[in-house]
Each structure stands twice: as structure tokens, then as C-alpha cells.
């Protein structure tokens, strides 16, 4: 069975990035916590009471209330990485167990406890604020490359969740684009942009633009230090 792992807030802090505050270093805590949906993007809010959103611009609102990473994810990058990862260590609000969240479907629907009922809308994309957190030389290619993103969800239904909180699926959309497509699509493999049309009905409005236009994101800069 899924179940919540770790639920994740975090505070404002600085940050060796252009935008200065951070909202990334999350952790762990015992909960219950309330969710809800936040808003338009721009509030400067997420879905969890008490959790920072510092870079308004482009996180938080309704369609990136939540992200969440699955823990056997981390669990991969300690070893990759040679050291420890609390979970949190990435700014998801939900770490996960048993859940495959890069196949996850553009549009699924997931349970949390008795009240709580969340649904997938995108990969992260990671940022220059994710690379200077992570102090790693080319974070964001080497992150890329890998396309294990985790998944932003919006409230459907808000109420309290936890950690130790089971997760179930409850509602799998007819189409075929997972977390993982999507991301790729967006990244690495252009080509796979017209392909995300199908998931439109479910997808923040930015990525139908880009998927119309066939443009990806800009996330592999040329010099490899983290901005």
C-alpha cells in the first residue's frame, strides 16, 4: 500500500540564487497539517498552512499546490550522491512510499487519509534556485538527464493529512501521458511535445502553449555551476 512518508513544510530562507529567498529547505513534520487549494499563482502561498512560497512568479497556486517525491527516488540519489538525503531534501511537501509517481498519469487522482483528494498536473522542471540549493556542479543536467522529476498536484478536496497517511488512486484518466512523458517532452525530447495534447484537459496552461508551439523548456545551461 502507498502511503505518505514524510509530510514536508519549510520556512523562508536565503538562498545563492537570483531570486535570493528560498522556500525549498522543507522539513518533516508530524502533522496533521491542513491543505487547500491556494489560489491563482502569484498569492504567494501553496497548499500546505504554513508551508513558504518565496518565488511567487513561478511556484505555488492552484496547479503546483503540492509536490510530491517518491522516497525509493531519493533513496537512488544518496547513492548516486554519496550522502544523505532527508526526505524533504528536494522541496517536495509529500514523500512517498510504494508510489510510482513518474508513471503516474497527467490527471490521476489521489486519496490521502479520509478527506484529502489531490490530482497530478506536471513534472517539476528544476531551476536555478534547485542548483544552488544542491551545491552539486551541473545539478540541473545531471537531474535532468535522469527524468525522475516527482509530480506537482492541485486540491481537489482539502481536509488534514499526515505522515503515515495511506494513498490510493483513485481515478486514471484515458490517455497515456505519464509524469515521466511529460517531462521528457519538456526537456530532452522535444519531439514528444504534440504528444501532451492528449492530457489537455488536465494540464496547467502553460504547458499546452509550449506543447502547441513545440517549445521545451530551458533548463541545460551551458556552464555547469549553479547559478
Request: one cysteine or more; aromatic letters at 8%; charged letters at 25%.
Amino acid at each position: 500500500m502507498a502511503t505518505v512518508q514524510s509530510l514536508n513544510i519549510g520556512a523562508r530562507r536565503p538562498v545563492a540564487a537570483k531570486s535570493g529567498w528560498t522556500g525549498i529547505d522543507k522539513r518533516p513534520t508530524a502533522g496533521p497539517v491542513a491543505v487547500r487549494a491556494p489560489g491563482p499563482k502569484g498569492t504567494g502561498t501553496g497548499g500546505l498552512i504554513g508551508d513558504a512560497i518565496c518565488d511567487t512568479r513561478n511556484h505555488g497556486g492552484d496547479d503546483q499546490a503540492l509536490y510530491a517525491y517518491a522516497r525509493e527516488d531519493l533513496d537512488w540519489w544518496q547513492r548516486e550522491l554519496g550522502e544523505p538525503l532527508r526526505s524533504g531534501s528536494f522541496g517536495e511537501n509529500l514523500t512517498t512510499l510504494s508510489l510510482d509517481i513518474t508513471g503516474a498519469l497527467i490527471g490521476e487522482k489521489w486519496r490521502i487519509g479520509e478527506s484529502v483528494l489531490l490530482q497530478v498536473t506536471a513534472p517539476r522542471i528544476p531551476c536555478a534556485t534547485f542548483a544552488a540549493w544542491m551545491r552539486h556542479q551541473g545539478w540541473l543536467k545531471t537531474f535532468t538527464r535522469r527524468a525522475v522529476p516527482g509530480a506537482y498536484l492541485r486540491v481537489l478536496t482539502p481536509g488534514d493529512i499526515q505522515a503515515g497517511d495511506p494513498l490510493s488512486i483513485e481515478f486514471r484518466p484515458d490517455h497515456c501521458v505519464t509524469v515521466g512523458v511529460t517531462f521528457r517532452a519538456l526537456t530532452l525530447e522535444p519531439d514528444l511535445l504534440s504528444t501532451l495534447l492528449d492530457a489537455s484537459d488536465y494540464l496547467e496552461a502553460e504547458i499546452i502553449r509550449r506543447a502547441r508551439r513545440r517549445q521545451p523548456f530551458d533548463v541545460l545551461p551551458d556552464v555547469d555551476q549553479p547559478v
